[in-house]
């Protein structure tokens, strides 16, 4: 069973500073990886795509990949207290009838003001 | 516009009841997916369809059952044999040649 690890936080961080969320995943042969932002209440929005080792920017959101590690991170640059969600890890996982993500149990982020 | 439904979006099931979860999609996806959410946990995978007429068992299959008649279908229902039924539920799809999940905007479903 491939595994998809993140901390459950709550990670709180004050307005302005940088939030670090981390993942680690258990399958060597992942190749898509993905964050997903989900509100109390509301369902899973994808923030940002990753597939290739380094770092990949998007406005205030930098995913960080590193395969040898299996270990991807999203940093949030002045965070804000919009910013305040569950953020989820998702890795993909490819099968003999297709390809399905499995998911981390998500990383609670506070941004406080 | 283009996206995922999910109805009802609140649900109520009596003990020993069958409920059916619809999803509909106009994203012209192949592969749809539905995945129960439980408070501090991640997504579990229940059952998954890559084209019309097939269907594949998840990660939490036993008490659920579904159907794919039409491509734009994939309803969900939870059966008397799921003995706890109560959760967050959410469908998704996936287009042909990408990895990228759009969600639905869920249904909540509470055994009363």
């Known amino acids: 069973q491939k595994e998809v690890e993140q901390n459950s936080g709550p990670l709180s961080v004050p307005e302005g500073a940088i939030a670090s969320l981390n993942c680690t995943y258990s399958d060597r042969v992942s190749q898509s990886f993905f964050w997903y932002r989900q509100y109390s209440g509301k369902s899973p929005e994808l923030i940002m795509s990753?597939?290739?080792?380094g770092d990949k920017e998007d406005g205030r959101f930098t995913a960080q990949l590193n395969k040898a590690s299996q270990y991807v991170s999203l940093l949030i640059r002045d965070s804000q207290p919009s910013d305040s969600a569950t953020y989820l890890c998702?890795?993909?996982?490819?099968?003999?009838?297709?390809?399905?993500?499995?998911f981390g149990a998500g990383t609670i982020l506070r941004v406080k003001s | 516009d283009g996206g995922i439904t999910q109805s009802p979006k609140y649900l109520f099931r009596k003990e020993g009841q069958n409920v059916t979860l619809s999803c509909e999609q106009n994203?012209?996806?192949?592969?749809m997916y539905w995945y129960r959410q439980d408070p501090g946990q991640g997504l579990r995978l229940i059952y998954y369809s890559q084209i019309v007429n097939d269907f594949q068992k998840g990660d939490i299959a036993e008490g659920y059952s579904v159907s794919r008649e039409k491509k734009e279908s994939f309803p969900l229902t939870v059966t008397s044999a799921q003995k706890n039924p109560t959760a967050f539920y959410l469908c998704a799809s996936i287009g042909t040649a990408s990895t990228k999940a759009f969600f639905g905007q869920g249904t909540r479903l509470t055994v009363v």
């Open positions: 994203l012209n996806h192949d592969a």
């Open positions: 998702a890795v993909n996982d490819y099968m003999e009838y297709g390809n399905k993500l499995v």
């Open positions: 990753i597939y290739s080792n």
